[in-house]
């Protein structure tokens, strides 16, 4: 974690902003989860340490983490946040909602052709790209349970 947190101050120092106490413990959370989550959720976590600490603080210090290239925002219809910067892409639950890392060397040779195929007969210029996969998880397979829980956030 000490690694962690001194490549984030030094990467945030060498754009020109400071390691505050918020951003060091929302930056600490935030790196501390392999779940993907929310705003609310990182705030309450933070609140545990410091008391004080708004959520509209919460939101400002992730976008900038964000923009800084230090955390990852996962579009839908809840913002989720990744620390994970590592190529991967995500499989997203639709009973449970829950957000799950799938390793990018499983499906980027196949992404990478396909890029190339989109590329050449569109005349396109893709920089980048994004691949999500969605279903049901493990638990959620395995549950007997025929009714949707409702999706929450971790």
Same mark, same amino acid.
């Given at each position: 974690?000490?690694?962690?947190?001194?490549?984030?101050?030094?990467?945030?120092?060498?754009?020109?902003?400071?390691?505050?106490?918020?951003?060091?413990?929302?930056?600490?959370?935030?790196?501390?989860?392999?779940?993907?989550?929310?705003?609310?959720?990182?705030?309450?976590?933070?609140?545990?340490?410091?008391?004080?600490?708004?959520?509209?603080?919460?939101?400002?210090?992730?976008?900038?983490?964000? $923009? +800084?290239?230090? *955390? %990852?925002?996962?579009? /839908?219809?809840? &913002?989720?946040?990744?620390?994970?910067?590592?190529? !991967? #892409?995500?499989?997203?639950?639709?009973?449970?909602?829950?957000?799950?890392?799938?390793?990018?060397?499983? $499906? +980027?040779?196949? *992404? %990478?052709?396909?890029? /190339?195929?989109? &590329?050449?007969?569109?005349?396109?210029?893709?920089? !980048? #790209?994004?691949?999500?996969?969605?279903?049901?998880?493990?638990?959620?397979?395995?549950?007997?349970?025929?009714?949707?829980?409702?999706?929450?956030?971790?």
């Amino acid at each position: 974690m000490r690694t962690i947190l001194k490549n984030g101050e030094s990467a945030l120092r060498a754009r020109g902003l400071r390691l505050t106490g918020p951003r060091k413990v929302i930056l600490e959370v935030l790196r501390g989860t392999e779940s993907h989550p929310t705003a609310e959720w990182v705030h309450r976590m933070v609140r545990r340490r410091l008391s004080r600490v708004s959520l509209g603080t919460v939101y400002r210090n992730l976008r900038l983490l964000v $923009a +800084e290239g230090l *955390a %990852a925002e996962i579009p /839908g219809p809840h &913002a989720r946040f990744d620390a994970n910067l590592a190529a !991967h #892409h995500h499989f997203t639950c639709l009973r449970c909602g829950c957000i799950l890392d799938v390793d990018g060397p499983l $499906a +980027e040779p196949h *992404a %990478a052709a396909l890029r /190339g195929r989109v &590329a050449a007969r569109t005349g396109l210029a893709i920089t !980048h #790209h994004r691949i999500e996969f969605f279903g049901r998880c493990p638990r959620c397979r395995s549950s007997r349970s025929r009714r949707a829980p409702a999706r929450r956030a971790p």
